[in-house]
């Protein structure tokens, strides 16, 4: 099972950017399809992104297409979320994910992975 911490939250104005990242450890990072889930206060957990093994697929929610990009970088066992242009409707905690049965496409459904990390804050002011 891969063990997954996330990194790179923060408080930033509206129009700002962050760049998570999700640190893998445990079985070969290469095995899972990743993704980033988000959930803000008294809301459902949302599919924000999602990359597969190789990164050769990436899929994205309406709400962060054109502002967000999801990439990997296998030799470091890491997952990234660039944010652009955020805004305050972004405010999450942002959760990263990652799913062994759906490793070579993507999937924005949350019951098709497999791990999770504990999450990190993202705050958007406005």
């Known amino acids: 099972q891969v063990q997954l911490v996330e990194s790179g939250g923060g408080l930033v104005q509206a129009g700002g950017s962050l760049r998570l990242s999700c640190a893998a450890s445990?079985?070969?990072?290469?095995?899972?399809?990743m993704g980033w889930f988000r959930q803000a206060p008294g809301r459902d957990r949302e599919f924000v992104s999602a990359i597969s093994r190789f990164g050769g697929s990436t899929s994205y929610a309406d709400s962060v297409k054109g502002r967000f990009a999801i990439s990997r970088d296998n030799a470091k066992a890491t997952v990234y979320l660039q944010m652009n242009n955020l805004k305050p409707e972004d405010t999450a905690v942002y959760y990263c994910?990652?799913?062994?049965?759906?490793?070579?496409?993507?999937?924005?459904?949350?019951?098709?992975?497999?791990?999770w990390g504990q999450g990190t804050q993202v705050t958007v002011s406005s």
């Open positions: 445990g079985r070969s990072f290469s095995s899972y399809g």
């Open positions: 994910a990652a799913t062994l049965r759906r490793a070579y496409d993507t999937t924005n459904n949350g019951r098709e992975y497999d791990a």
